[in-house]
C-alpha cells in the first residue's frame, strides 16, 4: 500500500512564525501535491511538484512556498504565518502524468495560527 | 477547463436507506472521474474511479456511480446506508491533457440510526 505520511497531526503556530509542513511517500511517486482544505471551500490547490527541485503553483500559492529536494519528501513553508492560514492541509502523491491517475493522501495537519 | 458541483454540501439519510450523492462536472474532453471518502480526522482515500470503460463502476464498501455523458453527472450511490458510511465524499475530474483533479466542495453524509 502506498503510504503518505504527514509529520503532524497537530499544530498550533503564533502569526508571523516561519512554520514547515514535511510530507513524505514510500512508493517513487513523481507528483507530489499541497492542499488547504476549508469547510465548505472543498480542496484548493497550493503547489504541486512534478520532479525533484520541480515546482509549480497551484490556485493558491500566495503566502506559501514549497521545497522537493528528494523524490520521497515535499516540505510546505509558510514564511510568515498569518491567522487567515488556520487550516487543515493536505498532502498527496500520484504516479507521473497520468489523467486518470489516482491522488494517494496523508491524514492532514491541523494548523492553527494565533 | 473543467469544473465539478456537488449538489448538497450536507445529506441526511436513515440507516439501511438508498445513499445518493450527486456530482456533475464540466469538461470539453472525456473525463476522469473520481470520487474520494474522508473519514474523520484522516485523509481521502479514492472509493472508486471511471476512466472511459465501464459506465457502471463499483467501488469499496458497496458504492458504485454510474457515468451520464448526455448529463453530465456522475452520481454516487449505495443501496443500503451504514452508520460507518458517514463521512464527507468528494467527486473529482481530471482530463484534458492535465492530471491534476479538480475537487468538488464536497458532501458530508450524515446516517441516523
Known amino acids: 500500500d502506498v503510504k503518505v505520511t504527514q509529520s503532524s497531526r497537530y499544530l498550533v503556530k503564533r502569526t508571523g512564525e516561519k512554520v514547515f509542513l514535511e510530507c513524505v511517500q514510500d512508493?517513487?511517486?513523481?507528483?507530489m501535491f499541497w492542499y488547504r482544505q476549508d469547510p465548505g471551500l472543498g480542496l484548493r490547490l497550493i503547489y504541486f511538484?512534478?520532479?525533484?527541485?520541480?515546482?509549480e503553483k497551484g490556485d493558491i500559492p500566495e503566502g506559501y512556498s514549497v521545497s522537493r529536494e528528494k523524490k520521497e519528501r515535499f516540505s510546505l513553508i509558510l514564511e510568515s504565518a498569518s491567522t487567515n492560514q488556520t487550516s487543515m492541509y493536505l498532502c498527496?502523491?500520484?504516479?507521473?502524468?497520468?489523467?486518470?491517475?489516482?491522488?494517494?493522501f496523508g491524514a492532514g495537519t491541523r494548523l492553527s495560527v494565533l | 477547463a473543467q469544473s465539478v458541483t456537488q449538489l448538497g454540501s450536507h445529506v441526511s439519510v436513515s440507516e439501511g436507506a438508498l445513499v445518493l450523492l450527486r456530482c456533475n462536472y464540466s469538461?470539453?474532453?472525456?473525463?476522469?472521474l473520481f470520487w474520494y471518502v474522508q473519514y474523520p480526522n484522516q485523509g481521502l482515500q479514492l472509493l472508486l474511479k471511471?476512466?472511459?470503460?465501464?459506465?457502471l463502476v463499483k467501488g469499496i464498501n458497496g458504492f458504485e456511480a454510474e457515468f451520464k455523458k448526455s448529463e453530465t453527472s456522475f452520481h454516487l450511490t449505495k443501496p443500503s446506508a451504514h452508520m460507518s458510511d458517514a463521512a464527507e465524499y468528494f467527486c473529482?475530474?481530471?482530463?484534458?491533457?492535465?492530471?491534476?483533479?479538480?475537487f468538488g466542495r464536497g458532501t458530508s453524509l450524515i446516517v441516523h440510526p
Open positions: 498527496a502523491s500520484s504516479l507521473s502524468g497520468q489523467q486518470k491517475n489516482i491522488q494517494y
Open positions: 512508493m517513487d511517486h513523481e507528483n
Open positions: 511538484s512534478y520532479d525533484v527541485k520541480m515546482k
Open positions: 469538461s470539453s474532453v472525456p473525463p476522469y
Open positions: 471511471y476512466t472511459s470503460a465501464a459506465t
Open positions: 473529482a475530474v481530471s482530463g484534458g491533457g492535465s492530471y491534476i483533479p479538480t
